[in-house]
């Protein structure tokens, strides 16, 4: 397996060392003709703005969907998950250009400016059922994104709870009846969305689970082409055929 990694901009290195860790090799990625030599693909965290205005420069949005509605595995952390969904809101004028697929509406920097970056504990029985360890995962969230709301056909896998004196408001939130809280993990088919770096902890179990997540997807893929025993002619049919005679 060959995971390729988007390095336009933020911290494609550390994924690069996380998947080296689990004796997984992991490509650059800057141009749309090096995704057919990926496998899966990681979109890592950075400035989503400048990310895409980099992506629309080397026109790999193209590429990078038509990636998508393949069925090949990717995995979006913050910006990336920024990319990967359907609807942004809370965008700078003008907007961003997108990948979409995830059926959800994210709120680009929900949780606030840099200095308002901040490490929780999330809870994650779903990746902890596969993956063995304790039941949380620490996450760490820079300038990080937040999902409002997701559609029926959406895994959560992860969510923080809106503290009550917060002043992190949206109407998608307060709608919520009771504990007001923001999906930041969640899965739907071939992608994978955190709005944290996982990547930057020793954590490896999201890197293991999106590998596992893949290696589904590729055999899947593979025994979906079908030979069906028995509809070669044997020999002693071919012998029995009377074939037209061409002069």
Request: a negative charge; proline letters at 5%; glycine letters at 10%.
């Amino acid at each position: 397996m060959v995971v390729g990694v988007l390095a336009l901009q933020g911290s494609f290195n550390e994924h690069i060392a996380a998947l080296r860790r689990l004796g997984v090799k992991g490509v650059e990625v800057r141009k749309a003709e090096q995704l057919q030599d990926v496998s899966s693909l990681i979109i890592p965290g950075g400035e989503s703005t400048t990310m895409a205005k980099l992506a629309e420069f080397h026109n790999l949005f193209p590429a990078l969907r038509n990636f998508v509605k393949m069925g090949k595995p990717v995995w979006g952390t913050c910006a990336g998950l920024i990319f990967l969904a359907d609807k942004v809101v809370g965008q700078k004028s003008g907007g961003q250009e997108l990948i979409g697929g995830l059926d959800c509406t994210v709120h680009r920097n929900f949780f606030g400016s840099q200095i308002q970056s901040f490490e929780a504990d999330l809870e994650i029985p779903n990746l902890a059922s596969i993956e063995g360890g304790q039941g949380t995962c620490r996450g760490v969230f820079i300038r990080a994104p937040a999902v409002l709301e997701a559609g029926p056909g959406v895994e959560v896998l992860a969510v923080y709870p809106v503290p009550p004196d917060s002043n992190l408001v949206d109407p998608l939130i307060e709608s919520q009846e009771g504990e007001k809280k923001v999906i930041v993990a969640l899965k739907q088919g071939n992608l994978l969305g955190t709005a944290f770096h996982p990547e930057l902890t020793a954590d490896s179990r999201w890197h293991t689970f999106f590998l596992k997540m893949a290696n589904e997807i590729e055999e899947g893929a593979s025994n979906s082409i079908v030979t069906i025993e028995g509809s070669q002619p044997t020999l002693d049919q071919l012998e029995r055929i009377d074939l037209p005679i061409f002069q």
